[in-house]
């Protein structure tokens, strides 16, 4: 990791350290939100030294089932489905699971938060590619902030910039006489806008 980088992740601890969170009653929470990738990139790297990336659109909606705790974190658990749309112009339907923590301060309408999570991905229909008849598999990391907006005691809106990266599983292929391993990534950094009802 880069010094910028270090300087940048110690802040950030001391910060979610040092303020005080807010005194909020506990309770559940169901969500819904939407997002659209501002930039995204696909990378393919394989065994043979063959590298390629291109340009990646991606949109997303997702449903989640949360707890907030009195000091005003919360934990979720998201359903999500993605469309993919690659800049050779083929398009993958992908779902999968999402389970994140948002770090919220302050007790105003407007709190600002940050969070991070991680999540099970399933290439939908891709099972036809693959010997095993499985959809192809990942596994995701996402890190998060914005700001939450509290309407009311039973409504809340969620606006927040995220990057995500999933890492799919190795796939094999045979070039010629060679058995060829393939490795994937999807990144993206999007606007993500959602609502919540508080229970």
Known sequence: MSHPLLKAAAFILFISVNIAHASTDPGTYIGFDINSALIGEANTDNSSGEDLSGNLGVSAASLSLGYRFESNNRIQISTSKMSLEHENGTDSDVSGYDL???IAYGEDAVQPYWGFGFGL???DDSSGYFVNDNDLQGNSFQVLAGMKFDLNKYLELDLSYRIKTIAWQEMLFFDGNQL???????????????AAVKF
Not at 180 to 194: A, K, P, Q, W
């Open 100 to 102: 994140d923590w948002h």
């Open 121 to 123: 991905y399933n290439m």
């Open 180 to 194: 060829v391993s393939v490795h994937m990534t999807h990144t993206y950094s999007s606007l993500n806008m959602g």
